[in-house]
């Protein structure tokens, strides 16, 4: 089988995006117990988003289903990956905002999820979150938030090849 063959197939490509997932999740948390840096309310809701995508693809590499099985599997992942890339690019658009324009901090997320039902949270931090829009960490010159965002969108690629792809 060529070489591009054998990586294009259904069970590598789950682990290459699996893969993904874990390096995202290990750079979050170095980030957050190494460096000391805070995740705020949106980075934990990508994080979700990742672990979503993730167990998916990962679920898909260990079963290695049928074409059927992989459709199902991508749609899943790709769900998460798009929630996920939603969220980030929510955060990248906070960061880019006029500092007169970032809305109020609201309280911790712990607290809210605590005192409010989730989805009463969830509009919270989504249409709230001032804190979301410090830039506080830059690689290359792109926010935590941007290259979430790019691992979003290459997952979600991924997702949109295995569920679209033509099985044998």
């Given amino acids: ?37 805070d995740p705020c309310p949106l980075c934990i809701f990508q994080r979700v988003g990742v ?31 798009i929630g996920g890339g939603a969220v980030a690019g929510r955060h990248v658009w906070l960061q880019g905002l006029p500092p007169e324009d970032v809305p109020a901090c609201g309280p911790a997320l712990d607290y809210m999820m605590d005192v409010f039902p989730f989805l009463e949270v969830l509009d ?9 829009a410090k830039i506080d960490w830059l690689f290359l ?15 979600t690629a991924v997702a949109l090849f295995q569920l679209l792809r033509r099985h044998a």
């Avoid at 919270?124 to 979301?132: D, I, N, P, Q, Y």
């Avoid at 926010?143 to 790019?150: D, E, K």
């Fill in 1 to 37: 089988m060529p070489l591009m063959a054998r990586l294009l197939a259904p069970r590598m490509l789950n682990l290459l995006a699996f893969l993904a997932c874990v390096v995202a999740m290990a750079g979050a948390l170095y980030l957050e117990h190494v460096e000391g840096l």
């Fill in 51 to 81: 672990i979503v995508a993730g167990l998916f693809f990962l679920l898909a590499l260990l079963h290695n289903p049928g074409a059927t099985g992989q459709r199902i599997y991508a749609a899943l992942a790709g769900i998460g990956a």
């Fill in 124 to 132: 919270m931090v989504l249409t709230g979150s001032g804190e979301c």
């Fill in 141 to 155: 010159g792109i926010s935590l938030p941007a290259w979430s965002l790019l691992v979003f969108i290459g997952l």
